[in-house]
């Protein structure tokens, strides 16, 4: 298994290193943005103005507390990373089998004396690294903005604690985006209903604060579970924490079930494979 997280990580080089810099150059652009503001004095009355000229959206991205650095941060930085992480991993989970299975590689790969399980996990926690990686990258590069910044500062295991809340969610979706590979024909069918789902959870949670209609449906929007501010002046939720956890292991669980019991194709795009998940329980 450790032979598959190597090679497996070592073929994400080029995403860690495009998605590392894009995602350290977006925090330290948006921890310097803060310190800029701050030193002219503009920062309250840009939030006033907003508030003032266009109260539903300052309630909808809670703007009344961007004079703060965790509040900024929620306002111009959590309130894209997610949505840019999610459709990330969404790749990364239609990809992680289904696309050796159409480039007609799968088969060879498990001609060789290694389990389906070893695959299967060694896979998953290559990934889930190189997610970890890229939390971290963009965890150390809002730190680094704090060292030569006059107003950004946050504890360092406080800012922390927003980006575990992030982890657990996007790790929720890429659960999602495989489990969908492992029962649809096809990787881009996945990818594609997963990617619908991480955009509605989004406008949901997004918009529910300012259209009562859409509140108690938010309560089913992953996102609306994220952590911001909250984790920083409060602490980590545990019980948001632990319910992730295990709907997260849950997920992983039935996406290996369902590799372990399926024919391997040899190449191409498949069909429905519903009909398999009688086989989660069931196989010896």
Wanted: aromatic letters at 12%; charged letters at 15%; hydrophobic letters at 55%.
């Amino acid at each position: 298994m450790l032979t598959i997280i190597r090679n497996t990580v070592s073929k994400s080089r080029g995403l860690l290193v495009g998605w590392g810099i894009g995602l350290a150059a977006l925090s330290v652009m948006i921890g310097s943005m803060f310190d800029m503001i701050a030193d002219t004095n503009a920062m309250y009355d840009m939030v006033d103005a907003y508030v003032e000229a266009m109260p539903e959206m300052a309630a909808m991205f809670n703007m009344d507390q961007m004079g703060t650095p965790i509040g900024w941060l929620d306002v111009q930085y959590f309130s894209i990373l997610p949505l840019m992480l999610c459709l990330l991993v969404n790749g990364i989970g239609a990809n992680m089998l289904a696309r050796d299975e159409e480039d007609g590689t799968l088969d060879l790969i498990l001609a060789h004396p290694i389990s389906r399980t070893s695959l299967f996990w060694g896979r998953f926690f290559a990934s889930t690294m190189v997610i970890v990686f890229l939390i971290l990258i963009s965890w150390g590069s809002l730190l680094l903005t704090m060292t030569w910044s006059n107003y950004f500062s946050i504890p360092a295991f406080d800012l922390l604690m927003p980006f575990v809340s992030l982890f657990c969610i996007i790790m929720f979706f890429m659960n999602i985006s495989l489990l969908f590979a492992m029962i649809m024909p096809a990787r881009s069918m996945a990818s594609m209903l997963c990617g619908m789902f991480v955009g509605a959870s989004f406008f949901i949670t997004l918009l529910s604060e300012v259209i009562e209609e859409l509140q108690r449906v938010s309560d089913f929007s992953p996102l609306a579970y994220l952590e911001t501010t909250s984790a920083v002046s409060d602490g980590l939720s545990l019980n948001y924490f632990i319910m992730f956890v295990a709907i997260n292991l849950i997920l992983a669980i039935v996406s290996w079930r369902l590799f372990q019991s399926r024919d391997i194709r040899v190449g191409g795009e498949g069909s429905w494979r519903l009909q398999n998940l009688k086989y989660i329980f069931n196989k010896n």
